[in-house]
């Protein structure tokens, strides 16, 4: 079983950075592939950025391409979402996730574990 807990959350002006973190629990993370969703209330969660099990391979959403960076350090069982150059359209609870295979998937019912969410505000 693998328990996830995001922290980093909070409230940026617009232009500004912020970086997430999700710290998991369980021996096996390292050979996961970890991913980031968010989701605003009404709307269906949605995919941000994606990482394989060895951190060698990215992927983001092209809402955030060039301006988010996901890495992952598996001695520390840890994934970040750097965020620069925030915009208010990204306000929303950030979840972190993990599958149980080495590659990575942008269809968030791929993913088995999730964290409970950190809230990001972008205010204008």
């Known amino acids: 079983q693998v328990q996830l807990v995001e922290s980093g959350g909070g409230l940026v002006q617009a232009g500004g950075s912020l970086r997430v973190s999700c710290a998991a629990s369980?021996?096996?993370?390292?050979?996961?592939?970890k991913g980031w969703f968010r989701q605003t209330p009404g709307k269906e969660r949605e995919f941000v950025a994606a990482?394989?099990?060895?951190?060698?391979?990215?992927y983001y959403a092209d809402s955030v391409k060039g301006r988010f960076t996901i890495s992952s350090d598996n001695a520390k069982s840890t994934v970040y979402l750097q965020m620069n150059s925030l915009k208010p359209e990204d306000t929303a609870v950030y979840y972190c996730?993990?599958?149980?295979?080495?590659?990575?998937?942008?269809?968030?019912?791929?993913?088995?574990?999730w964290g409970q969410g950190t809230q990001v505000t972008v205010s204008s």
């Open positions: 990482i394989n099990w060895s951190g060698g391979t990215t």
């Open positions: 369980g021996r096996t993370f390292s050979t996961y592939a």
């Open positions: 996730a993990a599958r149980q295979a080495p590659g990575i998937s942008a269809v968030f019912r791929f993913y088995d574990y």
